[in-house]
C-alpha cells in the first residue's frame, strides 16, 4: 500500500513537471512597446513555469520587485547582461523590472494562473510607478491585461 502511494506520488510530481512550459522574455533597448522594454512585457503563464530573461544588451538586468508579487513568491534578481531564468512558484501577479532603466519605464507583468492579488499589486504600484520618469503608463496598461 505504501509503495502505490510512493508511486502515485512520483507519477503526479513528474507530470506536474512534464506540463510545465518554458517561456522567453527578452531584455530589449527598442522594442514593440517602445525604448528599454522587456518582449513581451506582459506574460500569462501556469504555476510550474519557467520564465527565461533573455538580455540583448549587458546594461539590463531582471529582478522582482519585492512588494509587487504575490506573498511567499521566490523573488529573483539577474545579473546585468546575463541570462536568468525563474520558476514562477505562485500563483497571482508579478511585477518585475530592469533595476538600471526603472525610471524609463523598462518594466513587465507576470500573471501566473488567476490575478487574485491583483487589486493589492494595483494598490501597491502606485508608490512604484511615482519614481518612473518615462512610460510612466506602461506598468498600468500591463496591469490592466491581468483582469
Known amino acids: 500500500m505504501i509503495r502505490k502511494l510512493c508511486v502515485a506520488i512520483a507519477l503526479s510530481t513528474l507530470s506536474v513537471f512534464a506540463i ?4 522567453t522574455v527578452q531584455m530589449k533597448n527598442t522594442g514593440t512597446d517602445g525604448m528599454m522594454v522587456f518582449e513581451p512585457g506582459f506574460l500569462k503563464v501556469a504555476v510550474g513555469d519557467t520564465v527565461h530573461f533573455e538580455p540583448t544588451d549587458v546594461g539590463h538586468n531582471s529582478q522582482s520587485v519585492a512588494e509587487l508579487i504575490p506573498a511567499g513568491a521566490t523573488p529573483w534578481k539577474g545579473d546585468f547582461g ?12 508579478y511585477v518585475y523590472q530592469c533595476l538600471p532603466h526603472t525610471m524609463l519605464g523598462m518594466v513587465g507583468v507576470i500573471v501566473a494562473g488567476d490575478a487574485s492579488n491583483l487589486a493589492d499589486i494595483q494598490v501597491k504600484a502606485e508608490p512604484f510607478i511615482a519614481k518612473i520618469s518615462m512610460n510612466k503608463e506602461r506598468l498600468g496598461t500591463y496591469l490592466a491585461k491581468a483582469k
Open 82 to 93: 546575463k541570462k536568468v531564468s525563474v520558476i514562477i512558484d505562485k500563483n497571482g501577479v
Open 20 to 23: 510545465a512550459a518554458e517561456h
